[in-house]
């Protein structure tokens, strides 16, 4: 099937820097994005998602961007903290009316105190 | 309100034996996912239970099988377990088939040997 893939495996911010992360997808008929957080241990967890009728949707802290023309998802952490430290990964759904999610291979991102 | 409890959290086999992991659920959520996490193909989609009948599955053999019970608790079973199989198996829920969020389980650590 189609991918979702990342730019980059491994970014380190300072802790109050914004970070942004960054996911391509190449099947244009995805409609539903979703960004997930996962910390060593444990299974993912939900931060925020995006339609495809959407380009821009705001969280607490987070911002996910939606660049359709060029298949390109970004999530922005404003002021990260030591606790944003985990792996971060992106997913599509829906694509062709199918439940069936894809996965990015993540990034994992270092948040230096 | 509990979250998804998966057991057991580590496992290991030996290659040709059988592995049966469980899953609760949210209270209240009727779907049921499963996910297979390994650092080389990330996270990828095996099925999906909602009201014991399966509704999506993954490209994966047919060794790879799961079911539902009526209080909505998952186990899902491999068979003939190969090397490859070592993984971290994660169960995720939601409340219908097909809704957006999933809250994920810590997942089960599965070693074959």
């Known amino acids: 099937g189609e991918s979702v893939g990342l730019h980059l495996p491994t970014l380190s911010v300072q802790e109050g820097d914004n970070s942004i992360i960054n996911c391509a997808y190449s099947?244009?008929?995805?409609?539903?994005f979703i960004w997930y957080k996962q910390e060593s241990g444990k299974g993912p967890q939900f931060i925020i998602d995006?339609?495809?009728?959407?380009d821009k949707r705001q969280g607490q802290r987070v911002t996910v961007l939606l660049n359709k023309t060029v298949k390109h998802l970004s999530l922005q952490i404003a002021a990260t903290q030591p606790g944003d430290s985990a792996v971060y990964f992106c997913?599509?759904?829906?694509?062709?009316?199918?439940?069936?999610?894809?996965f990015g291979r993540g990034t994992s991102l270092i948040v230096h105190p | 309100k509990a979250g998804v409890t998966q057991t057991p959290r580590y496992l290991i086999k030996t290659r040709g034996q059988q592995v049966t992991l469980s899953c609760s659920p949210i209270?209240?959520?009727?779907?049921v996912s499963w996910y297979q996490q390994t650092p080389g193909q990330g996270l990828q989609f095996l099925f999906e239970?909602?009201?014991?009948?399966?509704?999506n599955k993954g490209n994966f053999p047919g060794r790879f099988s799961g079911r539902q019970f009526s209080n909505s608790r998952s186990e899902m079973n491999v068979s003939t377990l190969e090397l490859g199989d070592s993984a971290l198996y994660l169960c995720?829920?939601?409340?219908?088939?097909?809704?957006?969020?999933?809250?994920f389980g810590p997942g089960t650590r599965l070693t074959v040997l």
């Open positions: 997913a599509e759904k829906g694509s062709g009316g199918s439940y069936i999610p894809t």
């Open positions: 209270s209240g959520h009727r779907s």
């Open positions: 995720a829920s939601s409340s219908l088939s097909g809704v957006d969020e999933q809250f």
């Open positions: 099947n244009s008929a995805s409609d539903y």
């Open positions: 995006i339609r495809s009728n959407m």
């Open positions: 239970y909602f009201s014991e009948t399966q509704r």
